[in-house]
């Protein structure tokens, strides 16, 4: 960590050219900060004496990567309990969710070619892969067109490592990796409708929609087939990236699919059997290799060599399935102590990188922002409370669970209603009231990376745009002042949104999270941007702070919405 070393030679250098002792410094706020603002000192705090680096970093490079229902993972929720605990939050503690599952623990990895020529790769295993050791094995290119061409490698593949992926073209990187949103793109998403993809059960039969499934159909097969036939190991190209960045989530498991209906299909592929069930025992061990890597080995199969390759993987399961756990802490309120006002992301990532921009920068932020608070000794009147979730990777399981316990949940759903609403985003119809329903206010979540943020995803939620308008006045000069109608998915404030509840996602800039680090082997501490997250941190803890101090809860959507 080069900062720790920067800071250990300003020490010295001081010590050795002044001759007082040094004494540590105390945080004294700047004379411009009117000490009757609760919002210019905490943007003081954020800005000027932020510890979220030191917190993320914590996370990510001492910690690693936090696989659901690894040991990592309860490293994480234990350390963040205690560290809130530090800062003088009440009421730390761990909630479970699970049993999540099997946990699993990768041990030691290698995978080389070996004949005819040496190439060492750059590859790791998908998560949940069976332990296999190939002390040297003939690489078999499966390049079947359909079921048919298919035929071909019946009886060829047993004891094999099998090469399972189209190649894919790898072009140069004229544009930049990196981007931030652009004034247009911040206007186009002022002027944006409530996007609702309410037709997505009639769009099921769009021929686009229709040719997937036909492919993923056929991909499946061969999931099957390879199992069948006794391969070895699977060795997959990444989907995306290059240059030595790797995309690897959960291994694949040949699922059945249930045919009934495109909609019912669909919700098979996506809630099929999964590598981490404790009755999965049909997984193929499976790798993922660089694209450059695996399109050339692709190429040497092609020009007639005989490939051969070893490799090691050892990995652990646990037994039986694991508890998960959120971790969960308070800032006590004042009159208005009984209602909640809650922030947080998820703490599981992904096991190839450290998850610090998937999502230890969300949680670090989301830290740092009741730090803030707590430091300053602001007087919230309602309780603001910290969730840091984890099982969010493999379908927001935490936050899920505990906003069901706490706050409500959808009833009265067909399993193809439920998936729908997943999919297209929106709240359920009828709900069942948990005991605190009537006392929550609002959640906000920060999961799209490192970058600062722009604005908020109002989530259909119009009445909140005056006040969230009011609250953005000061960090203007952030770059933090759009309001859009149109909404976004994929993480835990869904929970929360499901049942009505204002659960809201802050829009942030993008940097490199779709190009480089969201899912891959380069989702590591060096790619956060500490300026961009201070600044989160800091709206985050205002936002926070005013939605305790509001004479109201946040307005809520009508039911269905
Ligand atoms: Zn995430």
Redesign the pocket.
């Known amino acids: 960590m080069p900062q720790r070393h920067h800071a250990a030679l300003a020490l010295l250098l001081f010590a050795l050219l002044s001759a007082s002792t040094i004494v540590a410094q105390q945080p004294t706020p700047s004379p411009s900060v009117d000490p009757n603002d609760p919002i210019a000192r905490i943007r003081e705090e954020g800005l000027k004496r932020s510890q979220v680096m030191q917190t993320l970093s914590y996370l990510s490079d001492v910690i690693g990567p936090r696989l659901t229902g690894s040991p990592n993972m309860k490293r994480a929720n234990d350390w963040t309990r205690d560290q809130l605990t530090k800062w003088g939050l009440q009421n730390a503690h761990l909630e479970e969710w699970g049993p999540f599952g099997r946990g699993w623990v990768l041990k030691s990895f290698s995978a080389e070619v070996v004949e005819p020529q040496s190439i060492p790769l750059i590859a790791f295993p998908f998560a949940w892969s069976p332990a296999v050791d190939v002390p040297l094995a003939d690489v078999v290119y499966l390049d079947a067109k359909d079921e048919a061409d298919l035929a071909r490698f019946k009886g060829q593949l047993r004891g094999k490592i099998v090469m399972f992926g189209s190649v894919r073209e790898v072009r140069a990187h004229f544009d930049a990796l990196a981007t931030r949103l652009s004034e247009k793109e911040l206007l186009a998403l002022a002027n944006a409708d409530d996007s609702d993809d309410a037709d997505f059960a009639e769009r099921l039969e769009s021929p686009s929609l229709q040719q997937l499934l036909k492919s993923r159909m056929f991909f499946i097969k061969q999931m099957q087939f390879l199992k069948s036939e006794g391969a070895a190991l699977i060795v997959s190209p990444s989907r995306g990236g290059d240059g030595g960045t790797i995309y690897a989530e959960e291994a694949l498991v040949a699922t059945e699919l249930d045919t009934s209906s495109p909609l019912a299909m669909v919700r098979s592929m996506f809630f099929g059997k999964k590598p981490y069930d404790v009755n999965t025992t049909s997984v193929v061990p499976q790798i993922v290799v660089a694209v450059e890597q695996y399109n050339r080995l692709t190429r040497m199969i092609k020009a007639g060599e005989k490939l051969r390759m070893k490799v090691s993987l050892v990995s652990q399961f646990s037994k039986d399935a694991v508890m998960g756990y959120n971790t969960i802490a308070e800032i006590p309120g004042s009159d208005k102590a009984d209602e909640i006002v809650m922030i947080g992301g ?1 703490m599981d990532s992904w096991h190839t990188g450290t998850g610090a921009t ?2 230890g920068a969300g949680v670090a932020a989301a830290m740092e922002a009741v730090r803030i608070i707590q430091a300053l000794g602001l007087k919230p009147r309602r309780t603001i409370r910290i969730g840091l979730w984890s099982g ?2 493999q379908g927001l399981f935490g936050s899920e669970a505990y906003v069901a316990r706490h706050f409500g949940k959808p009833s009265g759903e067909s399993e193809n209603d439920s998936f729908l609403r997943l999919v297209q985003g929106g709240s359920a119809k009828k709900i069942t009231r948990g005991p605190e329903y009537d006392k929550f206010s609002a959640y906000y979540n920060l ?1 799209n990376g490192t970058g600062k943020i722009r604005g908020v995803y109002l989530q259909g939620n119009e009445a909140v745009r005056s006040i969230f308008r009011q609250w953005l006045q000061p960090f203007r000069d952030l770059g933090a002042s759009t309001l859009t109608a149109s909404n976004t998915g994929g ?1 835990d404030h869904l929970s929360f949104d499901a049942i009505g509840l204002p659960g809201f996602q802050f829009i942030q800039d993008e940097i490199e999270y779709e190009t480089r680090t969201h899912h891959s082997n380069q989702d590591v501490f060096d790619r956060i941007q500490g300026e961009d997250l201070k600044q989160a941190a800091t709206i985050m803890a205002a936002f926070l702070y005013n939605t305790a101090m509001l004479d109201e809860k946040l307005p809520r959507k009508a039911p269905g919405k």
């Open positions: 998820h998937d999502n969010e990777e999961d993480t």
